[in-house]
């Protein structure tokens, strides 16, 4: 693939590849561009998106863009920082790494869009406090709200919530919550599911 200047980032020019992944000929965002609204019911994050290193993940969230409703997107895990992170997203010395884990976590699997799992990208970076990301091959994903160093290069990290808006997302942890159990691992699931859909944005944002 070549690098390619789009006229509109966010309804880039596509092709079907040999797998029919659809991929976006090395698109590239300008400053300010390549940011959407993840709408939900307690506000907008505003997501940066990554497409130099995870070019499918990226192309499979333009095609949820169109939708009016992203019917089944939803929040269903949250986790707060507990005592185990700074409000930075910090390891604090000495503590556990979780539970709780510092994380927002949910599906984006539309009805009506057929999702082909996608492949770790070479996005070579930590999960850091903001940082969007893949569990395993999607459609599940999580947002991070602290510094995951010891999960090192573990996840496709393909956007980052820009740092203003992460304080929904830190409302969003403090909700109600069930405890169970995942594969011996002590989760906290929402009582009430967060539907979530991605918009485009009318206004370039500035980053900081």
């Not at 006229?7 to 300010?32: E, Y």
């Not at 010891?150 to 069930?178: C, Q, S």
Request: aromatic letters at 10%.
């Amino acid at each position: 693939c070549w690098p390619k200047k789009q006229k509109d980032a966010l309804n880039p020019d596509r092709r079907d590849s040999g797998d029919r992944v659809i991929w976006t000929s090395g698109l590239i965002f300008g400053k300010g561009e390549g940011i959407v609204m993840l709408k939900t019911e307690y506000g907008i994050l505003h997501v940066k998106f990554l497409p130099d290193c995870a070019p499918r993940s990226v192309a499979y969230i333009l095609e949820l863009l169109p939708l009016h409703h992203c019917a089944g997107c939803q929040f269903y895990r949250a986790e707060s920082r507990g005592n185990s992170w700074d409000p930075l997203g910090n390891h604090i010395e000495h503590a556990t790494f979780g539970p709780p884990f510092a994380l927002i976590q949910g599906t984006l699997e539309a009805h009506g869009i057929q999702f082909e799992e996608i492949p770790i990208e070479a996005c070579h970076t930590n999960v850091r406090r903001g940082s969007v990301a893949w569990v395993g091959s999607g459609p599940e994903f999580f947002i991070s709200l602290a510094n995951h160093d010891e999960w090192r290069k573990t996840y496709t990290v393909f956007g980052y919530v820009l740092p203003e808006d992460m304080k929904i997302l830190e409302k969003i942890a403090e909700l109600p919550t069930i405890s169970e159990v995942w594969s011996n691992i002590n989760v906290s699931v929402l009582e009430r599911p967060i539907p979530l859909r991605f918009l485009r944005m009318k206004e370039k944002v500035l980053e900081k």
